[in-house]
């Protein structure tokens, strides 16, 4: 990226879903299927986010064979704001990255060890997030007024943006 305020608007924006997703320990992944969509609760990795989520499944699961179809994916979080992130999806099978994310939850969640050859990694290439920020009950109070009035407000219901830097 050669433009200097682009990647620093990238930057922010990275910064922001950082920290809207923040210690939120479960996320719902997204995947398309010949039927339609589906989503499943996944264990968020302790790593600060960077534009790549990473998540472990096991190569004879559902979400797997789907994802080989099919990269596009969303993720959505839920705390003290709700986030909303489309991306696509990268199968890595690599035991050296495995072993890292690895932790004592994982044994007893997927019943295996962090050797087990079944074992892979989703990381998600984040293009965009959507978040609604829902700390503020001035905030709400003003949205609920706004939406009832049909007069505008100062404060967005909700906000998206650019992680791609396209």
Do not use: C, H
Request: charged residues 30%; glycine residues 6%.
């Amino acid at each position: 990226m050669s433009n200097p305020q682009a990647a620093s608007a990238q930057q922010e924006a990275i910064e922001t879903v950082r920290d809207l997703i923040k210690g939120i320990d479960t996320a719902m992944l997204t995947t398309r299927t010949e039927e339609g969509l589906v989503s499943r609760p996944m264990k968020t990795q302790e790593v600060e986010f960077d534009g790549d989520l990473w998540f472990l499944t096991m190569k004879d699961t559902n979400k797997y064979r789907e994802l080989l179809q099919d990269s596009m994916v969303n993720v959505a979080y839920v705390g003290q704001s709700y986030v909303s992130i489309r991306g696509r999806a990268e199968l890595v099978d690599d035991r050296g990255k495995i072993k890292e994310f690895w932790n004592a939850a994982y044994s007893e969640l997927l019943d295996t060890t962090s050797d087990d050859p079944n074992l892979v990694l989703i990381k998600i290439r984040a293009e965009t997030a959507e978040y609604w920020e829902t700390g503020s009950k001035i905030k709400m109070v003003k949205r609920l007024f706004s939406k009832l009035t049909g007069t505008e407000s100062e404060t967005e219901l909700n906000k998206t943006v650019d992680l791609d830097g396209v």
